[in-house]
């Protein structure tokens, strides 16, 4: 037990009597473990090396359709293929524990080809990062899902080639994610930082895990 709270005598009676094949450790000075550790974890960030993810990280991305897993309200057209689009591409999984420093990708590819696209080349691109309550969302649309942050691209030179070759990378840096594009023609990069923890939940169970004022009574 830590916290000021865990100091209390009514509460300690009533956590011994309810586990009672348990042991119960309550630390010298509770009321400072929480402060004297985020002192800690502010002057070397490294002392926390790992973490579990409370949502699924991943991307939005569209794929050649395929008629027998996806949805047709899904599907649309460019350059003569049949796609299906707000697809989550998973890189973090719930519950999945994490290290400082690491980092998962996905490679993307964005053509021009057909004539109504040529008018497109000269608009920015963006990369959509999602998070999800779910373990194994499937579409950005489904429940649980909501946008986390974006990165908005600007075409190199003021147009973009008929071929637009790069890389989305999600790295985990402490309290804070970090997501990348990575233009492999140019090697150029454009990056943004998002919460670890999204701001906001409607699932009360997922909640209840990172939010230190929610109380289930």
């Not at 348990?22 to 002057?43: M, N, Q, R, W």
């Not at 497109?120 to 194994?136: A, E, G, H, I, W």
């Not at 454009?190 to 939940?201: H, K, Y």
Request: proline share 6%.
């Amino acid at each position: 037990m830590a916290g000021g709270f865990s100091e209390a005598d009514t509460l300690q009676h009533a956590i011994k009597k309810q586990f009672q094949s348990l042991e119960l450790f309550i630390p010298l000075d509770g009321s400072l473990s929480v402060l004297k550790g985020a002192v800690i974890y502010g002057h070397n960030p490294e002392v926390v090396s790992s973490r579990v993810c409370n949502y699924t990280y991943g991307v939005a991305i569209a794929m050649h359709f395929n008629p027998s897993i996806h949805d047709p309200r899904k599907k649309f057209y460019r350059d003569g293929i049949v796609w299906c689009n707000d697809l989550f591409d998973i890189l973090f999984e719930i519950d999945e524990e994490v290290y400082i420093g690491q980092t998962k990708s996905i490679n993307v590819t964005t053509t021009f080809f057909s004539d109504e696209l040529q008018i497109l080349r000269y608009d920015p691109l963006q990369n959509q990062f999602m998070v999800s309550t779910k373990k194994d969302p499937f579409y950005t649309s489904d429940e649980g899902c909501m946008e986390h942050g974006s990165i908005i691209l600007s075409p190199p030179n003021g147009m973009w080639p008929k071929i637009v070759n790069g890389k989305i990378l999600l790295k985990i840096a402490g309290t804070e994610l970090v997501g990348t594009y990575l233009n492999e023609d140019t090697l150029e990069e454009t990056s943004a930082r998002f919460e670890f923890l999204p701001s906001i939940t409607k699932n009360p169970e997922r909640k209840r895990l990172f939010d230190p004022f929610y109380l289930d009574i």
